[in-house]
């Protein structure tokens, strides 16, 4: 086909797709009735769900139908923002509930803890009801008071619980998968260990995670690629006030890809918070500080000449991070050096942003910039063509760069999720 050719078909199918838009928007702008088994639009609250990755918005939907959603904020009486934060023995579901118009003066926010033993629905169950109760002042003040109804549960008398494990939480994992061609078949294994304790005043974890990893490749010749990594990883952190945190991390690896026979690091750290934590929710900045070192032993002599050293270190790392009505943002900076030469050095920074441009127009960044210049592992014979084009082993770099950007608007009825599980 000839480029005038392709540039025809183009026009073609780009004035088909644009007469078929416009279809389908004049198809949706004549057909304006809503579903009538619902009050009254202008009785109901709207309601903008800003909601976290996973969360069963559908369900939200479902058990409180007294409310009507909106798919914008621009459009809604009540914004709903939920965050979610881990803990070892469960996770904070903490919902904003913020007023606009008429309901400007209501702005608070609620808390559901949730429990690491509760199933999948007992969670949404409690996030939901969360909701459910942040709505109520809403729903009251809309001059829908009659359309309510308040159950108190009554609980038992207090008792104090001794619990055997105090605080810990363990887990164990493992998975594999396989996948096998004439000419190809690749094997994967992994598993792990982890522990956690968090109370108010302790945050302890640890992790493990061993893993192996397979290909062969079949043609006049078998190439094989075979891959380990092994790593244990904790720290022990101490609040010390509202703004302030010590501690120490460190860990234990092994890895082909990075010449690692084996490692043993240790650095001791110290936070500084510029918001309270407990703000951390929905905003926070925090400085953070590490100095230590650690013995290396390498699986080939390295570009230093090298075959094991003690090395030293610093770290500074700034980090943001903020969920409001506008969008999200979060943004880190991290600055490392070794202490026998500054010159072996690194800075990473790394950004996202979801913004909300306009009613149904969002814009979405992500972005990384890595200068490196502490590769001191790098093994110092030069890798062989398998090895480079299987990625076998690291490679001298001085810089990495990542991102990507996206752009959604989203029109039509003002009305969203409705819930329909057919199909």
Known sequence: MSRLDK????????????????TLITMARGNTAINTNRLNNSDRISVFLDMPFRTDEDFIRQEIPAVQYVRDKAMADVHVIMTRHGSGTGTNYSASFI????????????????????????????YTNMIKIGLAPFIAKAGMADELSLHYRQSEVAVEVRDPWNNWIFELSGSGNFSKEETRDSYRFNYGVSADKITADWKIRLRSDFRYDERNYYNDEVITSVSTRDRIDGYVLKSLTNHWSAGIFGGYRTSTFSNTNKSYEASPAVEYSVFPYSEATRRSITFAWRMGGGYYDYIDTTIFNKTEEYLFGQSLEASANFQQTWGSLRVGLEGFHHLHDFRSNRLEFSAWLN???????????????????????????????????????????DYEISGSIGLTYTFGSRISGVFNPRF
């Open 99 to 126: 007023g606009y118009g008429e309901f400007e003066s209501i702005n608070y926010e609620l808390i559901y803890w949730d429990e690491s033993t509760n199933s999948r629905d007992q969670t949404r169950r409690g």
């Open 355 to 397: 913004l909300r441009l306009l009613q149904g127009l969002s814009l979405s960044l992500r972005g990384g910039y890595d200068l490196i210049n502490d590769l001191v592992a790098i093994p110092k014979e030069d890798l062989s063509l398998e090895e480079i084009l299987l990625e076998q082993r690291r490679r001298a770099t």
């Open 7 to 22: 540039l025809k078909s183009f026009t073609v199918s780009v004035f088909l797709s644009v007469i078929m838009l416009l």
